[in-house]
């Protein structure tokens, strides 16, 4: 009788230890990142204090750089595709043909300067590089309403172009037939090394880098809270950005919300989810997206980051050729446009590229890495963020307690379900499985990121959720 | 049944008899099949294939002849390669970056400065045509190939075949150091007493001069065969194969498919692919008791530390075969259109493969061990050519397909082996796994220096190991 007493108490202290461990160590998560001190202009930093200006910049462009342009388009060397091969070896050359026709004879890169130019841009330094961005406020405002500031984060081989369809949903909703509840004035910079954003000089400029940038860029606009927007790179800089000064967050939508950090829950729920979803949190459209697992994850994410394992070892390698050649950095880009949109556009001979985009708009988007010539910048970016290997960084191991929306579309190259990503994201407001669009949501899906935008800020505006962290 | 029931009907004694000798006859016939079926070795079907342009044609035998081939340029592709020189873009690196980010372009601009001013391609023309060289076309692609003979065979003295295969991002020009030293070794003072070679080196399909296939599917498996096609219309019915890199695996090839045709097989390179359960633990011991495990000294000082060098160094290095095994045309069009990233690209491998310690090294190393003017030379029969596209679609016909399920996973290689285990090689396959494939090592050297490119940077220890290797064979 005693013993069984005994046992019992043991159990209890068992349990109750286990409870104080877990508490003790999940406290230890929610420590903030430190914002990154950096300096990463030419040579050593000066002592002199740093010029805060921000000044007006427009894209411009000359006779000389789209003769130099054509020349080079003009003496493009193709390869043949090998039979029935459309888009599963890359782009098809065929296809790419007349892209670079069209480049040439009907693309209008002085007309297309001209619409990059309708939004204000401007540029600052911080930590000693000019940083690039655009900056749109409402045209007008509601009665008794102000702007709320609202900063959105590209990704690669995207660029702040890719807003510039939303930017108008979100900052004259009305016009739009949107709900005009809530306005934003919409902040678009360009992430160092990507377009007119200067590029680091120095080693080890990685995401927490960037959002410490940013963070400093919205400081200096005078903006004490704001919310964030991002996919692909975006999300990530957002995500450490939500880390390192959450107090001045609002609130944080992401189009992608990947989880990095996989232990053995991750696994088990990998090897069972299809068979008891509910155990493991997922939800129908869970296990449609995410199995059969080795097709839909494993070999698909194999399949697709061969790009993301060279340019994580030999940016400087791989970037050289695509910085020379306008018709190679086309290729490369594009593929991700056709592939990251839809897989099943492998399977069509001009990759499907005219389905859901604009032609003029994604050479616009290739034309921005060509004249500031960033490819091999942008790049690095991934060596920088991948060379120590996925989930071993410090920022991975932390969690994020501001308020979190989700738009998860469903021909995203991955699917994370909620239950995934609400280990990370413990605040998440709202997740919502939207009904078309891949990779390129704001691009290719304006009008269905923005209503999941609108929504998300309305919940967080009405129950002032910033407060209750 | 009437000779069951007769049998049934039988004596005690009788039965016994027909027990017995029944018995006798099938364990007798099972031994006889499987001391039969143990001499019948496995070797991959040889197949046929077809990679022209659109339809195979149904009537008329395939051009068999082999034409004289010399390699040619012009005013014009000087020229237009001169301008694309001098417009190159180039992006300064990071500070200190060395080449740990790739290649480094301010070392890239003094590569290409020597490119447009100093480096003669015409002359280049020349050398590359000092060796005889031919086309013929086989499954329906043209193959180029160099078949050089030994311009004096001492009396009585043998002249071996032996075919060597190169690799990516190398070429037929890697070995036009070695050829010599083969077919002439007395004349460099390798007295290595009877072995003479006449050597043909073909450009795998995809390469260089080698017609690129038109279809689908054209896999290390398709080039053996056509290697042994090649072979057999010059007249050779046993030879020697040479090779590392895809060389290696094509070579091997040839050996599990035509094993009575090959004499031996020499490696230096060796693709191991069998991990499991047991080579992880051979592996885990291997650090601490190698001798248990039948690992040298030499293997545990060349594969340890193992995570470091056979994991985090591998995948460091393994960002081109990925995304060539996934999107050649992607990753191959802007290198086919700008000379100076085919340079950066090909030239990457050249110093990191021939010692890792290159990487640390502003200029990679690069003119240590190598000429501008060779390495300039291979990467322009790329550029030339416009091969580079059809030479990484290579590795996507041979690696996306299960590892497990190809055709030669599970075959055995029997004919003679030898193998020269190069101390910087990307990966050391230590003699003890070499023997899980091929049964029939006879040597196994571990040289005293050099890396993945043998026989472009250590063309006499290569050589010599060769002859060496043949050698014993010819004993035998």
């Given at each position: ?51 805060t ?25 193709f ?50 590089i ?11 405002l ?6 709320k ?19 108008p ?46 963070y400093?860029?919205?400081?200096r606009?005078?903006?004490?809270e ?6 692909d ?75 993301a ?16 050649s ?15 949109t ?8 001009d ?17 921005i ?13 991934y060596?920088?963020?991948?060379q120590?290997?996925?989930?071993t ?27 995934w ?7 998440i ?8 669009g ?32 | ?21 029944t ?55 000087i ?59 086989i499954e ?5 190939f ?5 311009s ?10 032996l075919l ?14 070695i ?27 995809g ?26 219309r010059?007249?050779?019915?046993e ?16 050996a ?37 495990v ?8 060349r594969?340890y530390?193992?995570?470091q ?24 069009c ?28 502003d ?20 550029w ?16 996306s ?14 004919v003679p082996t ?13 003699h ?7 049964k ?14 043998a ?22």
């Open positions: 009788c005693s013993s069984s007493a005994g046992i019992m108490l043991l159990e209890v202290f068992l349990v109750l230890g286990t409870v104080i461990i877990y508490f003790l160590l999940s406290k230890k998560k929610e420590e903030t990142l430190p914002f990154k001190e950096g300096w990463w202009g030419r040579g050593q930093k000066p002592d002199t204090e740093e010029d200006t921000i000044w007006p910049f427009k894209v411009e462009t000359t006779e000389e750089e789209l003769s130099d342009l054509f020349r080079r388009l003009d003496q493009a060397r390869t043949e595709p090998l039979e029935n091969s459309c888009f599963h070896y890359g782009t098809n050359s065929v296809y790419l043909r007349k892209v670079v026709s069209y480049w040439k004879n009907q693309f209008n890169w002085k007309k297309q300067v001209e619409v990059l130019n309708k939004y204000p841009q401007f540029k600052t330094k911080i930590q000693g000019d940083i690039h961005f655009v900056h749109v406020k409402p045209p007008h509601p009665e008794g309403q102000s702007a500031p609202l900063l959105m984060v590209h990704g690669w081989p995207g660029s702040f172009y890719e807003f510039y369809k939303i930017i949903l979100l900052t004259d909703p009305a016009s739009h037939g949107l709900s005009d509840e809530h306005v934003f004035e919409v902040i678009c910079p360009s992430i160092p090394g990507y377009g007119f954003s200067e590029a680091p000089h120095k080693k080890d400029f990685n995401s927490v880098s960037a959002a410490s940038i940013f400093e860029l919205m400081l606009l005078g903006f004490k704001f919310y964030a927007q991002g996919g790179w975006g999300w990530l800089i957002c995500t450490n950005l939500a880390q390192i000064a959450p107090n001045h967050m609002k609130g944080l939508h992401l189009n992608l919300a990947s989880v990095t950090k996989m232990g053995f829950i991750h696994l088990l729920s990998i090897l069972l989810g299809r068979y008891l979803p509910g155990l493991f949190g997922f939800q129908d459209e869970d296990v449609r997206r995410m199995f059969p697992f080795l097709k839909k994850g494993l070999y698909r994410i194999l399949l697709e980051s061969g790009y394992h060279i340019q994580a070892t030999k940016p400087d390698t791989v970037g050289c050729g695509l910085n020379d306008p018709v190679g950095l086309a290729a490369y880009i594009l593929e991700k446009f056709s592939t990251w839809d897989l099943e556009f492998r399977n069509l001979e990759g499907g590229l005219g389905r859901k985009f604009d032609l003029d708009d994604l050479l616009t988007n290739i034309m890495y060509w004249v500031s010539g960033s490819i091999v910048s942008s790049m690095r970016f060596k920088e963020n991948l120590k290997g996925i989930g960084q410090k920022h991975e191991r932390l969690t994020v307690q501001v308020p979190t929306g989700i738009a998860s579309f469903p021909n995203e190259v991955m699917h994370t379900p909620q239950a990503a609400q280990k990370k994201y413990t605040n407001v709202s997740f919502h499985f939207m009904p078309q891949g990779h390129f949501a704001a691009l290719e899906e304006p009008e269905l990121l923005a209503e999941d935008i609108l929504q998300f800020v309305g919940k967080v505006e009405k129950e002032q959720l910033w407060r209750k962290k | 049944e009437s000779i069951l029931s007769q049998i049934r009907s039988f004596e005690y004694s009788q039965k016994n008899v027909v027990l017995v000798s018995a006798t006859l099938g364990v007798g016939g099972m031994l006889v099949y499987w001391l039969r079926s143990r001499h019948k070795i496995k070797t991959i079907e040889m197949g046929d294939g077809w990679w022209g342009s659109g339809e195979r044609p149904l009537k008329g035998k395939e051009d068999e002849s082999i034409r004289p081939f010399k390699i040619e340029t012009s005013d014009k592709e020229e237009d390669l001169h301008r694309r020189l001098e417009q190159a873009r180039y992006t300064p690196p990071l500070e200190g970056a060395a080449f740990h980010y790739g290649f480094n372009s301010s070392y890239l601009q003094k590569v290409v400065a020597y490119w447009r001013n100093k480096f003669d391609w015409r002359k280049q023309v020349e050398v590359l045509n000092k060796y005889p060289h031919f086309q013929t076309t329906g692609i043209d193959i180029h160099i078949h050089v003979k030994p004096y065979v001492p009396h009585g003295r043998a002249v071996q075949p060597m295969v190169h690799g990516w991002p190398g070429s037929f020009y890697e070995f036009y150091k050829i010599p030293l083969l077919t002439e070794p007395a004349a460099h003072g390798l007295n290595e007493g009877d072995v003479v070679f006449e050597v043909i080196c073909p450009s795998i399909p390469y260089g001069f080698s017609e690129a296939p038109h279809q689908k599917g054209f896999d290390t498996v398709a080039t053996a065969r056509i290697f042994h096609k090649l072979m057999n010059l007249g050779f019915k030879y020697y194969l040479q090779g590392g890199d895809w060389g290696s695996r094509i070579t091997t090839n040839m599990q498919m035509l094993p009575q045709s090959v004499k031996g097989l020499h490696l230096n390179l060796i693709f191991v692919n069998k991990q499991g359960l047991r080579r992880m633990i051979s592996v885990m011991l291997g650090a601490y008791v190698p001798w248990l039948g690992l040298s000294r030499e293997d545990v000082r594969m530390p193992f995570i060098k056979n994991i985090y160094e591998l995948l460091r290095e393994s960002g081109y075969l990925h995304i060539q095994a996934t999107k050649p045309d992607t990753a191959g802007g290198l086919n259109d700008s000379p100076v990233g085919l340079a950066a690209y090909i030239l990457e491998k050249f110093s990191t493969w021939t010692d890792k310690s290159f990487l640390h090294q200029d990679g190393g690069l003119e240590s061990k190598y000429s501008l003017d060779e390495l300039l030379t291979n990467v322009m029969i790329y030339v050519t416009s091969s580079i596209v059809s030479s990484m679609r290579f590795y996507k016909e041979n690696i397909k299960d590892p497990g399920l190809t055709a030669d996973a599970r075959v055995g290689v029997y030898g193998i020269a285990a190069f101390p910087q090689e990307i990966v050391h396959t230590p003890v796994w070499a023997k899980k494939i091929f029939n090592i006879i040597t196994y050297s571990y040289m005293p220096r050099g890396g993945h490119f026989a472009f940077e250590e063309p006499k220890l290569l050589a010599q190991d060769i002859m060496h290797f043949v050698r014993k064979v010819e004993q035998l």
